[in-house]
């Protein structure tokens, strides 16, 4: 085949076979018949040797004008072809850009409600200027105890029901901390006043019962500078007691107390109201003035220093504010009790977006 009129043939033949293919294969099919190393195309190219010379300018010309017009036909049908496939396609594949995201097993896992509520707790004094403060869980008696006001023979160590270590060959034995006060002992050690910290964390006591677990979580507050007064404990606790139930209101109740490391000391109820329960007082926490016996033993001089600092029991906290009625179940692992009472891992809690969202 090399006369002009089979090329025309050829051509006619290719172009219609490109016309005809219906899918993107059959079209790859065509060219590679056409075009690929033994295609119909390039077999007459290798007969370009075996032409006489005055023939040989003239039939290349051709074949190579051949080439060209099957090379285009083939890139505009797979054009058409390509356009085709992608409207099919999305006539089928919808995306409801207004469907909540998928979020696979991220989705499943839950906040404990001790964590939120430490989270919580922890926003609002943040947006009160406090930094938290944190310590170790295995504390000394001087930490835990002495410098706190609380001497060996103090009754309130009995109180405390303390997890003791074993006693060293010195005969002093490191504790479980019974409450996070250490961790203010060790701020007002290490640091100078103006003092503003929360000391959120697990505390330990040898305690079990329908309201107690052997180990709890508290977050205890102190400030301490030249002028804090009574004043500001009063407004601190109210600012907190009103983000924290989020009621614009909340009445609040000092009763006069006594702890070994505030004078003077008080307790906190709250009227009842804020978690829909009007009629009732809920004690809620401990604070008072920080005893100049614990300023003293921290090296601050209780002529120039003063502040107030406060305790209150986190799990106890959780259960008013999310009316959760079993204590025990907070720390029973049920994954049941989680999915019903955890929150989800991206409502973070902000004052301004909502604490409880
Ligand atoms: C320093 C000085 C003073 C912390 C305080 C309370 C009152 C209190 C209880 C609340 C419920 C413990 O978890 S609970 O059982 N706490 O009533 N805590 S004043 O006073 C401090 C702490 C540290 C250096």
């Known amino acids: ?51 006489p ?83 170790p869980d295995i504390e000394t008696d001087e930490m835990n105890f002495d410098k706190l006001n609380i001497p060996a023979e103090h009754p309130a160590r009995q109180d405390h029901d303390t997890f003791y270590f074993a006693p060293k060959p010195d005969g002093s034995r490191l504790l479980l901390r019974t409450h996070t006060s250490p961790v203010q002992i060790r701020t007002m050690v290490a640091q100078k006043p103006p003092i503003r910290i929360i000391a959120p964390g697990r ?17 205890e507050g102190l400030v301490i500078d030249e002028s804090t007064h009574m004043g500001h404990l009063k407004w601190v606790l109210q600012e907190f007691c009103k983000a924290f139930f989020e009621v614009d209101e909340v009445k609040m109740r000092f009763r006069a107390s006594h702890f070994p490391f505030t004078e003077p000391s008080m307790e906190v109820d709250i009227g009842a109201e804020a978690i829909g329960k009007p009629g009732q007082w809920l004690e809620i926490l401990g604070c008072g003035m920080v005893h100049p016996n614990v300023l003293r033993n921290c090296g601050l001089d209780p002529e120039k220093y003063q502040g107030f600092a406060f305790g209150v029991g986190l799990d106890r906290l959780t259960m008013l504010k999310y009316g959760i009625p079993d204590l025990r179940s907070f720390f029973s692992g049920d994954l049941k009790w989680l999915s019903h009472y955890g929150f989800s891992m991206l409502d973070v809690p902000t004052l301004g977006g909502g604490l409880s969202t």
């Not at 099919?29 to 295609?39: D, E, F, P, T, Y």
């Open 1 to 51: 085949m090399s006369g002009a009129n089979d090329l025309a043939v050829l051509e006619k033949d290719l172009l219609a076979e490109i016309a005809g293919a219906g899918d993107l294969a059959s079209l790859d099919a065509v060219r590679v018949s056409a075009l690929g190393k033994k295609g119909r195309v390039s077999e007459l190219m290798s007969k370009l040797g075996s032409l």
């Open 53 to 135: 010379p005055e023939e040989r300018k003239n039939f290349g010309q051709t074949v190579n004008t051949l080439k060209t017009k099957v090379s285009d036909a083939l890139d505009a049908r797979k054009a058409v072809l390509e356009t085709a496939a992608l409207d099919e396609r999305l006539k089928t594949e919808r995306a409801d850009v207004t469907l909540p995201v998928r979020l696979g097993p991220v989705a499943e896992g839950r906040i404990h409600p001790v964590s939120q509520v430490l989270d919580e707790v922890v926003e609002i004094f943040a947006d009160m200027g406090f930094s938290v403060a944190e310590g």
């Open 203 to 219: 505390v330990y006591r040898m305690d079990s019962d329908q309201t107690h677990t052997p180990m709890f979580h508290q977050v």
